[in-house]
T-cell receptor, first 112, second 115 residues
């Protein structure tokens, strides 16, 4: 069964460093998303991407964040200069023609 | 106001019994979608079930069913014949408006299944 994959599963970085989180959405899906979940809290929307451009972003998604779909399969989230409060689980999700959004297994980002 | 409300922070259920996890939502859109996800201790978000606002039948997926009461704006998840492996956090979520819209999540309910 097709699934969303994410790499790495865990990333540790120092404050101020750049990180890139990678996702491979389900191949025939059209909509792509990044969400994050700070430990013990609910899942929060960051950004959605459709037709090669951002379709919506939250107030969390400031100038430090960017997304890219560099080829036909990968979807990346870049954080330019990480802060301690960026520590969270980051989920990629994708949606096809149906209503369902499928999530990847997540990348746990730890900023020290 | 909260868009998605899950009023049960924690629930216990005996193995093989059925359990209902509550979810109410708030939207003025006519077109929306309701979702339930399971998050085990390993952290991944597992899609369980989806209900569109125009769907007339309640959604079912195996042991999961969604009790959709539009007038009451509730979308409760019913798990029948609970198993030990059902112990996890369960999140209700809503998508407003167009099909590609973001999901808004509730705070979650932690379900513990007792042997």
């Amino acid at each position: 069964e097709p699934e969303v994959t994410q790499t790495p599963s865990h990333q540790v970085t120092q404050m101020g460093q750049e990180v890139i989180l990678r996702c491979v959405p389900i191949s025939n899906h059209l909509y792509f998303y990044w969400y994050r979940q700070i430990l013990g809290q609910k899942v929060e929307f960051l950004v959605s991407f459709y037709n090669n451009e951002i379709s919506e972003k939250s107030e969390i998604f400031d100038d430090q964040f960017s997304v890219e779909r560099p080829d036909g399969s990968n979807f990346t989230l870049k954080i330019r200069s990480t802060k301690l409060e960026d520590s969270a689980m980051y989920f990629c999700a994708s949606k096809g023609r149906g209503g369902e959004q499928y999530f990847g297994p997540g990348t746990r980002l730890t900023v020290t | 106001a909260q868009k998605i409300t899950q009023t049960q922070p924690g629930m216990f259920v005996q193995e093989k019994e059925a359990v209902t996890l509550d979810c109410t939502y708030d939207t003025s859109d006519q077109s929306y979608g309701l979702f339930w996800y399971k998050q085990p201790s390993s952290g991944e978000m597992i899609f369980l079930i989806y209900q569109g606002s125009y769907d007339e039948q309640n959604a079912t997926e195996g042991r999961y069913s969604l009790n959709f009461q539009k007038a009451r704006k509730s979308a409760n998840l019913v798990i029948s014949a609970s198993q030990l492996g059902d112990s996890a956090m369960y999140f209700c979520a809503m998508r407003e408006g167009n099909q590609g819209g973001k999901l808004i999540f509730g705070q979650g309910t932690e379900l513990s299944v007792k042997p």
